[in-house]
Nanobody
Framework: QVHLVESGGGLVQTGGSLRLSCAAASGRTFSDYTIGWFRQAPGKEREFVAAINWNIGGRTYANSVKGRFTVSKDNAKNTVYLQMNSLKTEDTAVYYC??????????????????WGQGTQVTVSS
């Protein structure tokens, strides 16, 4: 069982930046997991944003965020980050982190993840 704790959401203007964090609670580690970030805007389905494989450090991104978002990890803190730059109004959504034992090539499939965070709201105003 992996309990995920997210933080870092908020309100930012277009072009601004935010950093989301996803930590493994209760002393658990992300070893052997792929950690994914997903988002869900009002009235839309949840969509894949980015993912990182904890052991090898490989990363993958949705086309819509490539070049603007960066996923990274801190081994000592058992935390994964999503650095979001050049934010657009269409980035407004609830952002979720998820953990699962999966290969990076299937990271965009939310069915592969067994553990989910509570979500954090990101609002980008024009």
């Amino acid at each position: 069982q992996v309990h995920l704790v997210e933080s870092g959401g908020g309100l930012v203007q277009t072009g601004g930046s935010l950093r989301l964090s996803c930590a493994a609670a209760s002393g658990r580690t992300f070893s052997d997991y792929t950690i994914g970030w997903f988002r869900q805007a009002p009235g839309k389905e949840r969509e894949f944003v980015a993912a990182i494989n904890w052991n090898i450090g490989g990363r993958t991104y949705a086309n819509s965020v490539k070049g603007r978002f960066t996923v990274s990890k801190d081994n000592a803190k058992n935390t994964v980050y999503l650095q979001m730059n050049s934010l657009k109004t269409e980035d407004t959504a609830v952002y979720y982190c998820a953990a699962g034992s999966l290969y990076l090539y299937s990271a965009s499939d939310e069915r592969k993840y067994g553990y989910w965070g509570q979500g954090t709201q990101v609002t980008v105003s024009s």
